[in-house]
């Protein structure tokens, strides 16, 4: 009797443990269930907002072919906008070229105060203001016709968007080449960046990538660390600890950045950058002299340095290594920094 009544309060114990354990796995089950149908949900909302197709009739020399993104060369134009002020202006441009085939990537920065030929506008001007003229279509065409390379792909942000985004993810760690001071955004209180790693928040990071005029390499140096902080940026938001913040990340993206780029085609993005991101970027600098012109600032930037730098990346398009960059192009050039109509 007793036996039975031991065997009996087993049975009751193991019932008892196994509703247990299959309330937790209905639990972690259910709670992994929204978390994957909110994570999808909220991809959609992003890339519904995020995706903007570009108006081809607008931009004359646009390649119409598919680009396959792990076995095509191709370029991206990424767009830091200016909305201060109330207008539009690009105040970063950055021209990326990826060849996965030789598995070589390379930046051009385009410093803002380029005189150049606007179409939309009809008439020379600073390509900041090429944006101002018709949007991304317009920026497209003007460095398609100063550079004669088609732009497969482009991504805009603005500052905002900039800084949420690093905020989300809890900041950047970079390491700071020379100490300095650059005036913050919104409060416009001074930040001291001292020499050395240090941690930076949204706004901080924005000043950081923005100044030039106290950088001794100039425009160089300036995109020695937009090219740090990008970096910074992908790599801690593909990383596994970044997993609990998709959410807010997506609505950073969803609510600030616009791009072409299908989101059909986003796992090819990340599979590619996992097999490129410890590639080390060329850099590209476009060599000009700085000229006032009625009064207002420009840099001019040389015949013979566009010509460079446009057979450069062609060749890269056309899978043709380009480990023949000339010295000129990997050089210091301090001609491209630039003083007038800098905030920072």
């Not at 972690?28 to 992003?46: D, E, H, M, P, T």
């Not at 990326?96 to 008439?123: H, Y």
């Not at 596994?240 to 986003?266: A, C, H, Q, R, Y």
Request: hydrophobic share 35%; no cysteine; charged share 25%.
């Amino acid at each position: 009797m007793s036996k039975s009544r031991s065997n009996r309060r087993k049975g009751k114990k193991k019932r008892i443990w196994r509703n247990t354990v299959l309330f937790f796995l209905l639990l972690i089950i259910g709670g992994g269930s929204y978390f994957v149908f909110n994570l999808f949900y909220q991809a959609k909302l992003a890339s519904d907002n995020i995706y903007q197709e570009i108006d081809r009739d607008k931009i004359k020399n646009h390649r119409t072919e598919d680009v396959k993104i792990t076995k095509d060369a191709f370029n991206i134009l990424l767009l830091g906008i200016d909305e201060q002020g109330g207008g539009k202006r690009s105040d970063v441009l950055m021209l990326v070229t990826v060849n996965p085939q030789t598995e070589e990537v390379s930046m051009l920065s385009i410093p803002r105060d380029t005189r150049t030929m606007v179409p939309s506008a009809g008439f020379k001007t600073k390509i900041t203001e090429s944006y101002s003229y018709g949007g991304v279509e317009s920026t497209i065409d003007t460095i398609n016709q100063l550079l004669d390379v088609p732009i497969d792909y482009y991504i805009t942000t603005n500052f905002e968007g900039f800084e949420d985004i690093v905020n989300t993810l809890g900041g950047v760690q970079v390491n700071v080449p020379f100490t300095f001071k650059a005036q913050l955004t919104g409060s416009l209180k001074w930040k001291t960046f001292y020499e050395g790693k240090m941690d930076l928040n949204g706004n901080e990071a924005l000043a950081y990538v923005r100044m030039r005029k106290k950088d001794p390499q100039g425009d160089k140096g300036r995109n020695e660390r937009q090219k740090e902080v990008i970096k910074a940026i992908i790599d801690k938001g593909t990383s596994f600890g970044s997993i609990t913040k998709i959410d807010d990340i997506l609505g950073d993206l969803g609510e600030n950045v616009k791009t072409n780029i299908p989101p059909s085609k986003f796992a090819s993005f990340v599979k590619l950058y996992s097999k490129l991101k410890n590639t080390e970027i060329q850099n590209l600098a476009l060599k000009g002299y700085d000229q006032t012109i009625n009064g207002i600032y420009y840099y001019i930037p040389e015949d013979e340095s566009i010509k460079e730098i446009s057979t450069i990346l062609n060749n890269s398009l056309n899978n043709i290594s380009s480990n023949n960059i000339t010295d000129n192009q990997s050089s210091d050039s301090n001609a491209s920094e630039q003083a007038s109509g800098e905030k920072y």
